[in-house]
DNA sequence: CCAATATTTGACTGATTAGTCAATCGCCAA
DNA sequence: TTGGCGATTGACTAATCAGTCAAATATTGG
């Protein structure tokens, strides 16, 4: 990866996480990355595609970070907690990034291209649900819609966390309830 | 309320809906609804205050819809219910309206004003949730954290219903899921 | 019927922005 | 040193859009 196109990133994500992307003009982004605007769309056709690459920038850290350690010969519940305190440890410690990442997702904004790289980057979650479904451990329920719950929580409790500061033991503690009141909801 | 207020809110609405607020200039506005430029700001003095008016009204919708038949009177969990019922259903039925009250909820572009009088009008959703915890029926939690959940939850299985049309008998059959989930995660 | 008042109109303004491109720069090979 | 070439520059273009305002039109009261 280019210089550059990497101090371009960066620009990117910073100001898009201040200002939100609709609000962010190339050649702000340029100006920040310290280079012209024409060498924006030298790296990127386009500030769509400009978008693009930060969203997959931003989902390879998240997912760098939450594999860190990763058990992946664990049982199930333990592979899903590990993912469950790695995800709300980076949605905390990098709101910015997470919220921008939620964003993005959101908006409408994702060639397909980038969705199916990114699906490609997920297999292990894939794994471990289907691991759960197979072992009868969870309730008898589509799998989107499995997902979907379990994506809403802890999307709700690292808004939470944030939204009221909650830190360091408390935070400790909230995890464990969230993992309780999912593991209640989802467990046969 | 004046008639072309009305009408320039629900030409809004279905703008927004379609393609977007941020996407919808205000000439196309007052064109749908069939008057001129200058006459939405005659109504609204800016875009913002369109689309916070656009949200109040949406809003005020939902509350009817969820409000119809409710039972003031009734135990915490039927009470619950009926909301949970008749959120999904309005959900369901009205999701480019409900879609477009969440994006407008999430987009930061609620006026103070509009949020206190948003808050006004869920005094019933406020109390239902506090009896539940006098009565100590939920596990012991944060009141914001328990509201984020439910509306995550909720949030959820709405998207889930549409996305896979699930409709009828399905749709009932999810909804007493998605109500079982919730309350084993939440009840004591 | 007229005058006063209120409402409506839409061309226009000023500001903003994605993307272009001819000119310039800097690096390297001959 | 020089010629060539890809990378870089930033002034510029064409388009878009929120909001204005003077003129036109409708409404109301006497």
Not at 96 to 112: G, I
Not at 128 to 153: H, P, S, T, W
Not at 160 to 182: C, H, P, Q, R
Request: hydrophobic share 45%; net charge negative; glycine share 4%.
């Amino acid at each position: 990866m280019n210089d550059k196109k990497q101090q371009l990133l960066k620009a990117s994500i910073e100001l898009f996480a201040a200002e939100g992307f609709w609000n962010t003009p190339t050649a702000k982004i340029a100006r920040h990355a310290g280079v012209a605007t024409g060498t924006l769309f030298n790296y990127f056709p386009s500030k769509d595609a400009l978008i693009n690459a930060v969203y997959v920038e931003l989902k390879h850290e998240w997912r760098e970070h939450v594999l860190a350690g990763y058990p992946e010969e664990a049982d199930v519940k333990s592979r899903l907690e590990h993912i469950w305190f790695r995800n709300i440890d980076w949605g905390v410690n990098h709101f910015d990034h997470y919220s921008l990442t939620e964003q993005l997702r959101m908006a409408d904004v994702l060639s397909d291209e980038t969705i199916r790289h990114q699906n490609e980057e997920l297999t292990f979650l894939y794994k471990v649900v289907c691991d759960g479904f197979d072992q009868a451990i969870f309730k008898e329920m589509d799998i989107d819609y499995f997902n979907r719950i379990v994506l809403a929580e802890l999307d709700a409790t690292v808004r939470y966390a944030v939204a009221f500061e909650i830190k360091d033991m408390a935070l400790t503690k909230l995890i464990m309830t969230s993992i309780d009141i999912l593991w209640n909801g989802i467990a046969r």
